[in-house]
């Protein structure tokens, strides 16, 4: 893959990589990429946790509603495991 850019992106590039200990210009992007990956990720768990949140009224759950939902998971990966 090649890219394309200004020569005040690739001095800034090149700085970033003697700044922060990276062995390469790949090494140094491939973090940049990592660390995208990592933030939306984060942005799409916080946008489903709010949409959770905003999706109707509370229900508190007992310890036996826990352990019912365990069950039934267990239940379901033991049926998974069988087939």
């Known amino acids: ?3 394309s850019l200004p020569d005040t992106m690739r001095d800034y590039i090149e700085q970033q990589v003697k700044a922060g200990g990276y062995g390469s210009i790949s090494e140094y992007i ?3 990429i990592r660390q995208d990956q990592k933030r939306k990720t984060k942005e799409h768990l916080e946008t489903l946790l709010l949409e959770g949140l905003d999706s109707g009224t509370l229900t508190l759950m007992s310890d036996r509603d826990w ?3 365990r069950q039934t998971v267990r ?3 033991d049926r998974q495991e069988h087939e």
């Open 67 to 69: 352990t019912e939902i």
């Open 30 to 32: 491939r973090d940049l």
């Open 75 to 77: 239940d379901k990966l």
């Open 1 to 3: 893959m090649n890219v």
